[in-house]
């Protein structure tokens, strides 16, 4: 069964300390590793997909990098407005996406 | 704002009725899901369509149904409501079918069964 597991649950960091939120994946033939913002009470916001090991995309204070079994979405010198839980999903082989239950991340200026 | 729409946007019903959510995928997108996020849990993938056709079932309800139109939007039925059914539905869509293919998000339809 395809698996996503996110770590850790949540995350406090002081506004401008740099860290890296970790999604561990196992799926049957990896189609697309997937990263997500959801803010409370709102839709996932898509932030970046990547295909195949050693894949990075940057997206302002935000990059993600992609390796066999995980992928890292590293945050520089976050701001307030980073705040939000970060999801990640997995397209497997069968099809199927899997989600995992995301990071909550609190940035505190 | 990613394209997709969906209503309505907050829905409180009793116990036993039935509710239709309803989504309209970005333009151009052929494939639409649905997922059910309760509090503090993950997304629950429901149930999956193409040009109108189903695709993939997860984790949906027998009380639970959906469809999609000619025109591609997409309406999820729930029935015989429990309070348990009480969560955020999530509508996605993507251009075409595959799991490598990117799933933009609307910005839901909270359901609150009393």
């Known amino acids: 069964e395809d698996q996503v597991t996110q770590s850790p649950e949540a995350l406090r960091l002081q506004e401008g300390e740099s860290s890296s939120l970790n999604c561990s994946y196992t799926?049957?033939?990896?189609?697309?590793l997937f990263w997500y913002r959801q803010d409370p009470g709102k839709g996932p916001e898509f932030l970046f997909t990547l295909y195949s090991a050693g894949e990075e995309k940057e997206k302002e204070r935000l990059k993600a990098t992609l390796t066999k079994k995980e992928s890292f979405l590293h945050i520089t010198a976050p701001k307030p407005e980073d705040s939000a839980t970060y999801l990640c999903a997995a397209g497997g082989g069968y099809q199927k996406v899997t989600f995992g239950i995301g990071t909550k991340l609190q940035v505190i200026p | 704002d990613s394209g997709v729409t969906q209503t309505p946007k907050h829905l409180i019903t009793a116990t036993g009725q039935r509710v239709t959510l309803r989504c309209s995928p970005r333009s151009g997108d052929l494939s639409v899901y649905w997922y059910q996020q309760s509090l503090d849990q993950g997304l629950q993938f429901l149930i999956q369509y193409y040009n109108g056709e189903e695709r993939a079932k997860g984790n949906i309800l027998e009380r639970f149904s959906a469809q999609q139109f000619p025109d591609l939007h997409s309406e999820l039925n729930l029935s015989s409501l429990e309070l348990g059914d009480s969560a955020l539905y999530f509508c996605?869509?993507?251009?075409?079918?595959?799991?490598?293919?990117?799933?933009?998000f609307g910005p839901g339809t909270r359901l609150l069964v009393l």
């Open positions: 996605a869509s993507s251009a075409r079918q595959g799991a490598g293919e990117t799933q933009y």
């Open positions: 799926v049957s033939g990896l189609r697309g």
